[in-house]
């Protein structure tokens, strides 16, 4: 007579076997030697665990993102060795190491580029740019302490009136009075003005929450995936002022730098305008270019001859 498997006996993974080997899978689940466990703790009850570990993890590095693969190595490695189940790893951060001078540069390069190119091929290019979305705080707060301030002293004037049985205060008679006389329906001005302004202020509203806003800044190339980056409109000017300022006979440089377009103008003090403009032109090129802009705007260069000027002996044109 054949005895079911499931009589023939259990087999229990104690938890000490278990925190071991959440303590190997965690250094495992970054580069060799990056990742340094402290205290480990682990619970098995049936044919499930949960897990607790404390790492170190080295610096620089996107924290989240590293805690995340972490865990999840944990959690995956110690359900593979084990048998059991890991619905619960905790993974806690104690500290960050400064890593030495050239440890794991090799392997970290190489990884992030493993990554980059991961992201780039899953995307079918370039990582997008996207532009920098504002929170529109001063105009939603403007707004809702309006509204709140309306409210809280129509809502004081109504309990007053049905709490305490006092009368309306004068200005909500009023107000009901002038209403009843001046709507829309009346074929009033100010009735029709104070819809067509409340109307106005609903649609900024809607327009400042489907728009992105931040006009003022321009979107960089990603650096790495899933990473932001933008710069002001203002610093790419300071940029292409400081790179063209320096040029031999270039005075009085004004730039301008919009979302699709910069302008550069200057003037020319002396020297040829011809080859001064081609210079111009480049140095602004170079200056915009890497700036990293995901767009960048178009240049306009424009070089206008300074009332002092004169042409050189052999012959420049004055523009």
Request: overall charge positive; glycine content about 8%; some cysteine.
């Amino acid at each position: 007579m054949s005895v079911p498997a499931a009589d023939r006996g259990t087999t229990t993974v104690a938890d000490r076997a278990v925190r071991r080997i959440v303590e190997r899978a965690a250094t495992e689940a970054l580069a060799p030697g990056e990742v340094r466990t402290g205290r480990t703790s682990a619970s098995v009850r049936g044919r499930r665990a949960r897990v607790d570990v404390t790492v170190t993890l080295p610096y620089p590095l996107v924290l989240d993102e590293s805690g995340e693969r972490v865990r999840a190595h944990v959690a995956d490695r110690t359900a593979l060795l084990t048998g059991l189940a890991v619905p619960s790893a905790r993974v806690r951060v104690r500290e960050l190491r400064v890593r030495a001078a050239g440890e794991g540069s090799a392997v970290a390069e190489e990884q992030a580029a493993a990554e980059e190119a991961a992201a780039v091929e899953r995307a079918g290019g370039e990582p997008r740019a996207r532009r920098p979305w504002s929170p529109r705080r001063a105009p939603v707060a403007v707004a809702a302490l309006a509204a709140a301030a309306a409210c809280a002293v129509l809502l004081y004037d109504v309990v007053a009136v049905h709490a305490a049985g006092r009368a309306p205060a004068r200005w909500r008679s009023d107000l009901m009075d002038w209403l009843t006389s001046h709507g829309p329906h009346a074929g009033a001005w100010p009735g029709a003005a104070a819809a067509f302004a409340v109307l106005c202020l609903g649609v900024w509203l809607l327009v400042l929450a489907v728009t992105p806003g931040a006009r003022g800044r321009l979107p960089l190339r990603p650096p790495l995936p899933g990473v932001r980056a933008v710069i002001d409109r203002s610093a790419v000017a300071s940029l292409l002022r400081d790179a063209v300022s320096g040029l031999p006979g270039i005075t009085r440089v004004r730039v301008r730098v919009g979302r699709r377009r910069a302008t550069v103008r200057a003037g020319l003090a002396f020297g040829e305008l011809d080859p001064a403009h081609r210079a111009l032109t480049e140095t602004a090129e170079r200056a915009l270019a890497s700036c990293g802009a995901a767009r960048p705007p178009r240049l306009r260069v424009r070089l206008r001859t300074e009332p002092a000027w004169r042409a050189p002996a052999q012959g420049g044109e004055e523009g």
